[in-house]
């Protein structure tokens, strides 16, 4: 009976089959009044199956009716309904059960790992800590299955340090043990941690099982280190469980993220079998890897092969950024969306507020923002930054009002949209008071990205000396990004004494970059300065340093043309050139002056350093 109701539960056969075995445990008075001692604890395992079944399936109010009117019951019918409870996510019906066990006694190690195993967010750290307390008071913490436990938790709701104590303090581990560090230090980017331990562990006497490969893997992807992934590889080759699914597909996103696409793609192939998780590990790889057109032609070929599509795929999908040129395909892959019924995923509809945005249409962003059924940060976040984008700089202060009303903690992602909305619609004191709310509301360390949006909402008010005493006042040391934004505002408004000093700081930190030469150069062509624009010209030409040509792309009837300076290589581009000659005595009657302070490109002209 008991095996019958463990298949019931786990075939989903409970609607037909679960009442019909309650039934004929309830017409067998064996089970309610047991005649010896072998047929009591047999009776008892049959009713917590019963008891279990109810609970897994979901019907927590049957289950509590029948815990109350079971003939005899234990301490592990306590933790079928407690269990039963968590796996459902009613936490606080779960811990009142919980408070009224502990005030009896009733309850054992496994009771507080059921607790333990809901403890995976950083909520739930304080929860975490008492657990741990009791089971030290209890004595359960000698127990090795709580101490794993404790563990997983601890790392997961983000108190690495204490998950390492934990660990540091078992005087007896098994792989699981060893598995949920590495896995923890992992998840909590501590990759470098978490390979040392990996290679500790192969030098013990514990053998890593494929969970501790997974996560090996997991920590070369997040740091790179591609030799430590193909020395792993060789490990799985030795011990013949490099072709396990999940083996390969981390195997292949390790690759990907490594740079080494080619590796991924020649796993990928290998393989006799492949679902939809190593086919979104390829095709994210294919795009992070810039092959952006494959991985569309890969996605392609995904639909035409009929591979189920679930919402990570099309999430993927919509973070290609050659996705962002074509306004088409995004329309496409939203009606994909609709007809796979994937409205309702959160990732999803943030990758379409971004595409849309993107694409230059902030009301379709508007509108899948606002019909979300639910949302995250990064959904707070994409709509921020599309105001931000389109110059809607109010919009998106009035925004991040309605998101902090709603207590969304704001992100570092936040404010650098909020500073870069700021920049373009000339609020310098909102942003300097958004500057100072991240770090003193909440505790956001500033990067260099974010000084330098107050560089360049300073410069373009034309508060060059503001800006340069700004960086002068920074807590780090400015890089290559700060001195160009000053460059650039200077050449902006054609301050010759800071843009000199900008230019000159921009020449030692990269020597390479051809914008100091450019902005410098427009600054003296706009002082009208030719012989010192002549020299700064020769000095770029002299030391190699070419500028990177421009790309403008256009998308007509679903394809996309792009054009640089005086491109010739278009079918079509006498044509253009005809259009265009017919458009610019109109943009001069309609008042168009063109700027001759900016140098666009090289004519290839040594005299005087001739530019166009």
Known sequence: MSLLLSICGREGWFPHLGPCLHASIIKNPEFFEPVDADIHRNALVVWNSLLSLYAKCGKLVDAIKLFDEMPMRDVISQNIVFYGFLRNRETESGFVLLK????????????????????????????????????????????????????????????????????DGMSHRNVITLTAVISGLIENELHEDGLRLFSLMRRG????????????????????????????????????????????????????????????????ESTTEVDEVSMTVILVGLAQNGSEEEAIQFFIRMLQAGVEIDANVVSAVLGVSFIDNSLGLGKQLHSLVIKRKFSGNTFVNNGLINMYSKCGDLTDSQTVFRRMPKRNYVSWNSMIAAFARHGHGLAALKLYEEMTTLEVKPTDVTFLSLLHACSHVGLIDKGRELLNEMKEVHGIEPRTEHYTCIIDMLGRAGLLKEAKSF?????????????????????FHGDTEVGEYAAEQLFQTAPDSSSA?????????????????A??????????????????SIEIEHKTHSFVVEDKLHPQAEAIYDVLSGLFPVMVDEGYRPDKRFILCYTGDDRNGTVS
């Open 100 to 167: 009224r066990m502990l005030g009896s006694g009733g309850f054992d190690h496994a009771t507080l790992t059921i607790v333990l195993s809901v403890c995976d967010t950083p909520e739930f750290c304080l929860v975490t800590k008492m657990i741990h307390a009791l089971a030290i008071l209890s004595g359960y913490d000698k127990e090795i299955s709580v101490g794993n436990k404790l563990i997983t938790s601890y790392f997961k709701c983000g108190c690495s340090v204490s998950g390492r104590g934990v660990f």
């Open 517 to 533: 030469h450019i902005l410098i150069a427009n600054i003296y062509s706009s002082r009208g300065k030719w012989k010192e624009r």
């Open 205 to 268: 006497l514990v053998h890593p099982n494929s969970v501790t490969y997974l996560s090996a893997l997991a920590a070369c992807s997040g740091s790179q280190r591609i030799v430590e992934g193909q020395q792993i590889h060789a490990l799985l080759w030795k011990y013949g469980i490099e072709s396990e699914l999940c083996i390969e597909s981390a195997l292949m996103d390790m690759y990907s993220k490594c740079g080494s696409i080619e590796d991924a793609w020649t796993i990928f």
């Open 471 to 491: 960086i002068d006042s920074l807590p780090l040391k400015p890089d290559c990004k700060i001195w160009q934004a000053l460059l650039g505002a200077c050449s």
């Open 535 to 552: 020299k700064t010209i020769k000095r770029m030409k002299a030391m190699g340093v070419t500028k990177e040509t421009g790309i403008s």
